[in-house]
């Protein structure tokens, strides 16, 4: 099994990239920070199926995290990366250091209004700044047809429809179903820094706010079935529950119209780790 390519510079990349092109192929790109699981390649698998030639960027972006610590604390598994993404394949690896992104005297910022601003955005201010300005540059440098994420951020996912929309950028955004644990836990980078007795009660938020659903579509009243679910995280040993909202899919705002598409999100701590997750309604 042959690992792809790692390239660390654009002038690189896009040596490889207009090869591509001039052969007619179609290019996709998987964004990731590295620290990759199945999630992560189920991604990837979507892009070897629908695109010629399949390139994963692996950075952990310094501009969307506003607690240096979890920046510090990421995961850098650069080698079992490689190694995974081996097993799809990939046709190239683009891991840039972070002057090759944000080259001294880098002041310019992207940042998207409207679905950014709920929910992670007001619990983790700047964050979809950093996600839409790196967005926005590794598809300028990728010069990609079609790029891929997970429905499991899916506020992020709306954030970077609204961007491609806005800006007339011309990739084609696919949104992926969320990868799971046989339990039911939404797979994440994260998940390995839970100790063993928070990984086996981890696997609630996700049951918690699926009945909430289930009780909302057979007529219980919103309100009622957010704070049961809420009641169960907390009775199941959780540290505190941040946030658990019925949404508008689309525009990500309080939405009592079950005509409309919604979707339920929350976010939990759970020793020390913020867990995420969503589910339709």
């Known amino acids: 099994m042959t690992t792809a390519p790692i390239v660390r510079t654009v002038e690189e990349l896009r040596r490889h990239v207009r090869a591509w092109k001039a052969a007619g192929e179609m290019v996709g790109v998987v964004p990731t920070m590295g620290a990759l699981h199945e999630g992560h390649l189920s991604l990837a698998r979507r892009a070897r199926k629908e695109c010629e030639r399949v390139i994963t960027t692996i950075f952990v972006n310094p501009k969307q995290f506003n607690n240096p610590d979890d920046l510090k604390k990421y995961p850098r598994t650069e080698e079992a990366d490689a190694a995974l993404l081996a097993t799809v394949p990939v046709d190239l690896i683009f891991a840039p250091q972070p002057e090759e992104v944000y080259p001294d005297g880098f002041i310019t910022t992207v940042s998207v209004g409207g679905v950014s601003e709920p929910l992670e955005g007001r619990m ?9 300005t790196v967005v926005t540059k590794l598809f300028g440098m990728t010069m990609a047809d079609r790029g891929y994420f997970g429905q499991k951020d899916w506020q992020q996912l709306q954030v970077v429809l609204r961007l491609v929309r806005d800006l007339n950028i011309p990739v084609h955004i696919v949104g992926c179903e969320t990868i799971r644990e046989t339990d039911g836990l939404a797979m994440s980078s994260r998940n390995v820094r839970l100790t063993p007795e928070g990984r086996a009660k981890a696997h609630v938020l ?3 706010i699926m009945a909430a659903a289930t009780d909302i579509r057979a007529g219980q009243s919103d309100r009622m079935a957010i704070r049961e679910a809420a009641e169960a ?5 959780f540290d505190r529950v941040e946030y658990i909202e019925l949404r508008d899919a689309e525009t990500l705002m309080p939405s009592d119209d079950p005509a409309r598409a919604r979707r339920m999100l929350a976010a939990a701590w759970l020793d020390g780790v913020r867990l995420i997750d969503n589910i339709p309604v």
Request: proline share 6%; charged share 25%.
């Open 124 to 132: 983790r201010p700047g964050h979809f700044d950093g996600v839409a």
């Open 206 to 208: 996700y049951e918690a």
């Open 233 to 237: 995280i907390r009775a199941a040993g």
